[in-house]
T-cell receptor, first 114, second 118 residues
Framework: AQSVTQPDIHITVSEGASLELRCNYS??????LFWYVQSPGQGLQLLLK??????LVQGIKGFEAEFKRSQSSFNLRKPSVHWSDAAEYFC????????????FGKGTTLSVSS | GAVVSQHPSWVICKSGTSVKIECRSL??????MFWYRQFPKQSLMLMAT?????????EQGVEKDKFLINHASLTLSTLTVTSAHPEDSSFYIC??????????????FGEGSRLTVL
């Protein structure tokens, strides 16, 4: 069965510093990978997704993620963090593009210090 | 992007009562909606897949008689927590998939509904 692991429960980054959030997945075939952000009391907003093609994916708000099949990873990065980036980040995997639900990791809470 | 709205956003009820949560796709039709449950500091756990005009598909371990799902139209799915107990207190989130050419539908999430059972 597919699963997603986010090793870091909580990360604190200084404003302006770079960020990397880790995500590892377990799935036998080609996965469809997603990163979502959730602000307090809010629903989830899609940051970016990987279906195929270029393994470096650009998303909204200056985020990017790189799919590495050899490492079963899909880490999220941002070169310079802003205070408004403080939120909960979820990595998710789907087994196909259409009509399937997502399996989520447990999430990483990002705090931004000034 | 597309908008998915949930109502109510926060509900408090007494133990033993039933609570209905609505999930609406406001500007698109959704043949499939998904219901998730999120515990504090935890991930989203898929409860069920709601298909318009047919019975919902429940994940293993989810009591279908307790969590009634109805998807009567292409823009509305409802989750009813029957005979709620304090352990049912949680954050319930729905998502809806836009239709169109196969493989291109995108998931949009509602803002969530926080249920507190006293």
């Amino acid at each position: 069965a597919q699963s997603v692991t986010q090793p870091d429960i909580h990360i604190t980054v200084s404003e302006g510093a770079s960020l990397e959030l880790r995500c590892n997945y377990s799935y036998g075939a080609t996965p469809y990978l997603f990163w979502y952000v959730q602000s307090p009391g809010q629903g989830l907003q899609l940051l970016l997704k990987y279906f195929s093609g270029d393994t470096l994916v650009q998303g909204i708000k200056g985020f990017e993620a790189e799919f590495k099949r050899s490492q079963s990873s899909f880490n999220l990065r941002k070169p310079s963090v802003h205070w408004s980036d403080a939120a909960e980040y979820f990595c998710a995997v789907a087994t196909n593009q259409a009509g399937t639900a997502l399996i989520f990791g447990k999430g990483t809470t990002l705090s931004v210090s000034s | 992007g597309a908008v998915v709205s949930q109502h109510p956003s926060w509900v408090i009820c007494k133990s033993g009562t039933s609570v209905k949560i609505e999930c609406r796709s406001l500007d698109f039709q959704a043949t499939t909606m998904f219901w998730y449950r999120q515990f504090p500091k935890q991930s989203l756990m898929l409860m069920a897949t709601s298909n318009e005009g047919s019975k919902a598909t429940y994940e293993q371990g989810v009591e279908k008689d307790k969590f009634l799902i109805n998807h009567a139209s292409l823009t509305l799915s409802t989750l009813t927590v029957t005979s709620a107990h304090p352990e049912d207190s949680s954050f319930y989130i729905c998502s809806a998939r836009t239709s169109g050419r196969a493989g291109t539908g995108e998931l949009f999430f509602g803002e969530g509904s926080r249920l507190t059972v006293l």
